[in-house]
């Protein structure tokens, strides 16, 4: 058998990426998105994507994710191949190193063909020393789904404080059914968590004062949620209520405000995600009518 090459790409060389056939049944080729058009907008770079060659033919590529300005990819989200030996390899030899995100259509199990390209992809990364973590659903909000009328029940203030908001992410990650605080929380402790959670939404490129608090009429705290916006959408960046304010339904409100304060700035669609088993949330999704666009399972 020819020899395999493992290498990144250089500049100018997209069409060497996209020479491997797309498949339109999972991942972010289903979807309708491009992996050129994504390179050009900074989205991919030459150095975070990466191809197997045999004789000059790509028959394995990956490409990291990550913003403009950000000094290591933030995920794994674009992997096929037509080797299943040398997909593994490659994910074994490039230094790049993040979760992966496999974006799939709702019900996706439903579709023998559909199961089994999902299936391959995931088999190869454990291969390669991955571990699955969580399935997902992601959601897009439009005016045709309606605006929730706000239930009146709490206040919402903005905070400007920093040491403030890490406080109420530390509690709120107590009990939390997000399996990436709790993996978190599990490996490095409940104040890495949080300050992994504020990092991430000081990342985000969108006004920090639309941040906001909820308090009782009586002055009690509620939680936190977050309006935002990453690279291509308007977003639900957060939504966290406090342990001893649970089991009332609050995540509903929080998610209300959320969608109204994105609405009120421009926002003509919102991008959202939880995880499946965050039952609570996604039943909070579902009464805000947020459909289900994708289902997405993430690899660390």
Known sequence: MTDLVIRPLTAGEEALFDSLPHTTLVGRAAFGENYTDMAADGQYRPEWSWVALRDGAVVARAAWWGGPDDESPLALDWFDFTDRAAAVELLRTAPLRAEYSLSLPPGWRD??????????RLDAAVAAGMSPLV?????????????PARPGRLEFRPEPDDDVILDVLRRVGE????????????EQGPDAAAREELDLLRWLPSPRDWWRLAWTPEGELVGITVPARNHSDPIVGFVGVLPAQRGQGYAYDLLVETT??????????IVAGTDQTNHPMAAAFARAGYPIERERIDLV
């Open 111 to 120: 579709d023998p063909a559909v199961r089994a390209q999902a299936q391959a």
């Open 135 to 147: 399935e997902r659903y992601r959601y897009r909000w439009t005016p045709e789904c309606g605006l």
């Open 175 to 186: 009990g939390s059914l997000d399996a990436h605080t709790r993996h978190t929380t599990a």
């Open 260 to 269: 109204h304060l994105l609405v009120g700035t421009g926002a003509d669609r």
